[in-house]
């Protein structure tokens, strides 16, 4: 989080697919408690936001570098969407079953996100169905399509 103007609105670099996801959000938790959001509006891959108690720049600033959470119960995710910390640690498999290792993280790319397998060796995917077939946080499974050079 850091400042954004000089009315106490702050900018968040979500942790989403897209920025818009925040915006759906009435609170946030900040250092364990919550703080009601004001408004919230998408400016480029950003949120900009203003939360109640954050009135000027200086109580923005000092906000800067924290993370702000949102309350999974308030989530309302589309089908066959997952959030990232329920499948890091999954065990990724191809379409034939085949252990590839694990999924060690998952980096945000313009294009695409690009899930980091560990195993054997280290495997890129990017995170398009062309490659990503299931994401089972349940199973605790990612199936997975290689192609030559994977």
């Known amino acids: ?27 946030f938790y900040l250092d364990g408690r919550a703080v009601a959001v004001r408004a919230c509006r998408v400016h480029k891959d950003m949120c900009i936001a203003a ?11 000092a906000l800067k570098g924290k993370v702000l959470f949102i309350d999974r119960d308030d989530a309302r995710l589309p089908p066959g969407a997952v959030f990232l910390q329920d499948i890091i640690g999954a065990k990724v498999v191809d379409e034939a079953g085949n252990d590839l290792g694990v999924l060690a993280d998952v ?6 996100s690009v899930l980091v397998v560990k195993g054997a060796r280290e495997i890129l995917i990017p995170d398009v169905p062309a490659f990503v077939l ?12 290689l192609i030559d050079g994977m």
């Open 107 to 112: 980096v945000p790319e313009p294009a695409a």
């Open 1 to 27: 989080m850091n400042t954004h103007g000089v009315r106490g609105e702050v900018r968040i670099q979500p942790w989403a697919d897209e920025a818009a996801f925040l915006t759906r959000f009435r609170r």
């Open 134 to 145: 299931k994401k089972d946080p349940d199973a605790g499974t990612v199936t997975v399509r």
């Open 51 to 61: 939360l109640e108690g954050v009135d000027d720049v200086n109580a923005a600033m």
